[in-house]
């Protein structure tokens, strides 16, 4: 504070009105500083102007000093808003002085102005100027005057309905009118940028012989040599035509639009690309042109008369050529922002003209070869809005270039022509059909945009009744002519083009009878895809209920109708599409009989992805059937696999280590499903139990000579088969087999031909047995303390769900490379009942290795107790195989000592 | 004062360009090209009409043989000492040029050569480069500068100053930017005299856009197919703007098929895009900044090994017009199949095989008395051209508003048209002067001129309202400037007393 006041010192002894007193730059400068600091006191800053503003005066005959004080007040004000008022009322009578005094005055009220909030800005220069002081700075010789009065003047106008007025805006127009011929580029384009402010605010107050006015003087303007104003200029005219379109003034409004487009247009051919850019942009502002003058910018040849040439000759001789070709001239240009424009323009016109859409088309698809995607983009949005408007009337010769769009590098482009192709109507089957090709060629390609193909595939088809329904026709007769096990349609163009087919029956249900029959059915199937891809069209349920009325499928109707109601997919819908997909599944059957492993596999993965995507929406227990589904469809793909490999054993070497390897993981993955879920009926526990006789067959067949514990696991089985339900025809067949002594793998071929997957049923009451662990106070970051070779503890969360008391549990732990130490759960220590029990508990982890630090793998394991006997090597361990419950989790450890 | 032309060639024809202009005293030739069509004196100017001593300097637009052929000659040969300007890509790409023809003519044809490699090279030291609106001071009065032409790489229009006489001559250029090259560009130039060429005076060319889309279906069709293309053309220019067009289109629908460029044409003129950046157009100096345009991603060098490699393809060759050498080779051995297509852009000389495909589809072509050519590929035919048409000469023409034009580079009925329309529509006077005739163009010139005190003040007190007007009177004596005085002082200077004279008449009301 003491510094402060030292520096004011000087300063408010300056107050002293010495009439012989000079203000040094010193001083100035200080308080130049002290009003710049944020830290000053309110104080002293009230202070430092006070006496800046009392020295004014006395300054008034040193131009010098007085525009520098004006400018540290002017500074100031924007940090210091409170002070503007006083700043303003003392620099009032300063502003008709010498004319440095007059400028450096004016750009001190600009900066106050520009500082405040709208409404003070504009108010306190209301409270200082006047009309006369403003038209007699407005025409004072000197620019710099001119140049602030003018600036003040736009920045006023901007404001112009929040604030009090002190010029009538007749006043204010002819001010501007004025400057627009000034000798200074600046002052002109300054100028026309302020009429156009007051245009644009003053929209709908203003009488129609203000844009007039405007739009004469910028019409004289626009040949103006300065780029700048030229751009301004041209902006105006836009501007004005807008106005006068939307007005009601009498006058003969398309002659008059017409050349204000013709004197637009003529800008079109500019050397400055600013100003081309301009031109363009306001091009689109002008509206009602006559379809001659529209046509005309499209030529550059000069129509005849014939085309209607005569209301262009009606204009004045100046602006008659200017139209021609201007829109060429535009799309033509080198500089891809003006091309832009154009094309946005032009597509606002097409809107407008029948006439004028047909022949911009060709432009707008010539577009699609631009080497910018930005105008690529622009031209597509042009096309949409025809398109939406109807007024796109596409022919052959385009469809090269706009197909090709589909497969375009940018997904923008393709998004943008799809977007199109769902409004598009198309002449010939010829194109629709190589319309729907070019999709499914975009969905090979890109498979990520499934769902938006899909989305203009349906609505390409809703909008095609005829050529839709003869697709559907070939489709039908194609299904027809391929063997049951050739499922083509796993395929994506199959997808793509079933889509297409149900698209008019679905939307008006059109067609419907017409449509064959079994292409519903084999939509079924597709049904998540589907109808993800329509999403907000058509609700899930009411698909589904659409495809199984139409399919020759035998469902019951209410099991699906009180769930119609409910959000989501309910239970019931999920079994009905999971009886569906089960059925095919058994399709995949005759595949893998087949020795198609190939195809069987493809079908196997999209039938897989089907599952995922149901399963996004599906319930907690319709996730548990899928979470079956997933797990049985895996292990059809692991039969497939060796299917495979045993049918080509014979040709090629055979690799009896991957075929060990695939049954390993063939007989975990069953083991698996037998022990996660828990409430089979009857059929599927037979089921799974003879896929387990399939291993052994397999395994059977690779061993040269079978053992007797082979055999005699095998016979218990069958036995267990037995007490189960009557044995089916492969059951019947190993058991003959054994019984005749005769080699299995001899049969191997035979006994798959007998194998039956129609066994599988939906259960309602399958549950998920699964455990979950939570280890307590641990992660990487924080790792548990031990200390090497002694004992460790882990502090656990177990939750179990669905376990029945015969269960054995355990806890495995393992370290990379040593042996694992497994826990026996006892399920008497836990709490609850046999669907959720649960547990903390602190497990002892004994072998800690002899390193800094250490992770443990943990997880829940049961034992599968009806699995052939096997001796494991680990003393306190399981003695029977064991199949995993819950999710590894780590647990980390790190020594004492290294802490 | 008049700006004085003496049309050299390329009146009333196109070859041979050379305009010489004497502007406020200076004599400037405007390029010095050779006439392809004779091989007689008549392929040069006539040169006997000048002293070479009077020029003062010699400005050559862009590298065609038609607008520098005869250049070695004039400063070689008939001893011009001045100064040369061109743009640093002509300067780059001339000599290639003329040594090229110069061993066609002496090689091929076996006809005497009118100038020496050594004098190329002599007279290309002379040459001083400029830059694009790069204002060259050529002596005390005399100020040249160039500006962008398009055309080719680094055709530039070049403006002239003397004093208060301005002048431009535009050479060859184009108002629509194509692939590789830019539109010429100009500022608003108050001049008395603007020469331009007029090629297409008559024709008006529609949107390029369509003609890019018939050769890209055309070519697409044919590689989808299995088929080759073999596109003929010559090493600069056309080759590498069709190549940027197909290497887009490959890049954007993700096609495979490999494109070719023979070998001598890849090397050197890619070389010289790759360097000469800043004169192309300005998608290729955006792209730049990323990757070079003419690092084409999908182009490979072929041998000729290659020819018969089965599979699609896409060849470009040299020469264009099928007029022998590699691209000759090439079609003698594709065009037998349906499958392949034969591309041909621009213009294609009588007599040559390009000819013979485009005007009508001949389906044998008798190569000599030994050679017979089945000729069953598909013939696509571009007329892609780098000149302005009718449309752009006259844009050209109404935004600099000159106050006279003179046409040359064109042929006389179509000049006469043109004439009529910049004489009628944009009430400029026109001329289209035929060769060795003189036009003389009168120019403004305006003096500078002092004024009194007085009559200043005058002005400032005479205001009245919006019209200024003030009265004085021009005072010229030989020896002193120019002055303007008030009333008063012309008498004071000139010693006279104001005399006035008043008289009344009478006139009778009944008078009719």
Redesign the interface.
Known sequence: MEEEGSLVQPLTTTCNPNPLFQFDLTSLSSAQALLLNPSTSIDTIHSTVDSLLLSLPHLSTNATSLSLALSVLAQSAPLHPSLSQSIVSSVRSLINGQDRTSSAVLSALLSIATSCHNEDGSSILTSILDEDLVLSLASSGVYKIRSRILRLLVFVVGRWKCSGKFLTDEVMVRVFLRFTGDIYPVLRRDAIDGLCEFLTVARDGVDFCVPECCLEHAIGLIGD?DEFVRVAAVRMVGLCGEMLGEKENGVDKIGQMDTIFTQICSMA???SVKVRIEAFNALGKVKLVSDAVLMQSLS??ILGSKNGGKSIIKLDKASK?CA??AY??G??????VVRKSACRSLGIHAVMSIKFADDSI??L???M?D??ESVRLEALDSLFRMTAQGCLNVQEKHM??FL?LL???SSLVRHGARKILQLMKLPKLEIFKSTVNELIANLE?YPEEEEGIFFSLFSLGKNHREFSLNVAKDLAKQIKRTSKGDLTFAKPSMAATLVVCIASPLSENENVPDTPVVLFSYAVPLLGRISRALQGTFDQHFLLTFLLDHSNIKWKSQDLMPEIASKGISEDLMQSVIKFISKSVGDAWSLIKGSNGNDAEKFLRSCMKELEIISLNASQAAITTLDFFSKYIQILQLISKIQCKFDSRNSTTFHIKSHHILLEKLDSALRKIRYSFTGWTKEVECHILELSLLVDVFTFSLARIPSNEHLKNLLSKISHLEAISCLSDFTKEIKRLIEERSSVMVNLHSLLKVFECSGLEFVREMKPIKAELKVVGDDSENPLTFVPGLPAGIRLWITLHNTSSTDRLWLHMSVRGRRPQYVFLDLSNFEGSEEVRKCSSLIPFYKTPKIASFEIRVCIVIECLSEHYEVLKERDGPKYDVTELSVEKLVYFSSVKSR | MAIQCLILGAGQEVGKSCVVAMIGGKKIMFDCGMHMGFSDHRAFPDFSLLSSNDISCVVITHFHLDHIGALPYFTEVCGYNGPIYMTYPTKALAPLMLEDYRKILVDRRGLEEQYTYENIIHCMNKVIPIDIKQTIQVDKDLQIRAYYAGHVLGAAMIYAQVGEEKMLYTGDYN???D?HL??A????LSLDLLITESTYATT???????R??EF??AV?TCVAAGGKVLIPTFALGRAQELCILLD??W????INVPIYFSAGLTIQANMYYKMLIGWT???IKDSYTVRNPFDFKHVCPFERSMINLPGPCVLFATPGMISGGFSLEVFKQWAPSDKNLIAIPGYCVAGTIGHKLMSGKPTRIDLDKDTLIDVRCQIHQLTFSPHT?S?GI??LV??LSPKHVILVHGEKPKMAALKQRIES?LGIQCEYPANNETVLVPTTQSLKISASKTFVRNCTTELDGDERIAEGILVMEKGHNAKIVSEEEFLETIGAERNVVSFTGWMSPLAQ
């Open positions: 040599d051919r500019d050397m550059k040849k050529p021609a070709g060429i001239h799309i033509e240009d080198e500089f891809y060709n432009y698809m010539d577009l070869n080497d910018s090269h270039m090709g497969t375009d590098m390609k | 108002m629509t930017p692939r830019g539109a560009q100009i500022d608003r008006v060319r529609d949107s390029k856009y369509s890019e889309r890209l279906k697409h887009d289109y890049e954007r629908m993700n157009s300005q998608k048409d449309k006259m844009d109404e935004f529509e």
